[in-house]
């Protein structure tokens, strides 16, 4: 079982920057793929960007490559999202994810969301 608490929505004018924060806890978390994804409303929840923990290869959604970062800290077991010139296609919930595959089983785990809203 693995456990996701996000932090860092808000509210941000267009052109400025957030910083999402997700705590993982629970067991075996090294061995899980971490990621972000959004949902706007009305829309499909999307892959924003994902991390592996021990070499740290980082994959992005086009619509965000050289705006987002994604990143950890290992010793603090806390994965980060940078988001710099946000605009309001930006705007959505964000979940923090843990993916991992064994065999043809795949788990995954999710946290409750945090609101980013961009203010034209």
């Known amino acids: 079982q693995v456990q996701l608490v996000e932090s860092g929505g808000g509210l941000v004018q267009a052109g400025g920057s957030l910083r999402l924060s997700c705590a993982v806890s629970?067991?075996?978390?090294?061995?899980?793929?971490m990621g972000w994804f959004r949902q706007g409303t009305g829309k499909e929840r999307e892959f924003v960007a994902t991390?592996?923990?021990?070499?740290?290869?980082?994959s992005y959604a086009d619509s965000v490559k050289g705006r987002f970062t994604i990143s950890r800290d290992n010793a603090k077991n806390t994965v980060y999202l940078q988001m710099n010139s946000l605009n309001s296609e930006d705007t959505a919930v964000y979940y923090c994810?843990?993916?991992?595959?064994?065999?043809?089983?795949?788990?995954?785990?999710w946290g409750q969301g945090t609101q980013v809203t961009v203010s034209s």
């Open positions: 991390i592996s923990w021990s070499v740290g290869v980082t």
């Open positions: 629970g067991r075996t978390v090294r061995s899980y793929a």
């Open positions: 994810n843990a993916h991992r595959k064994v065999g043809d089983n795949e788990y995954d785990y």
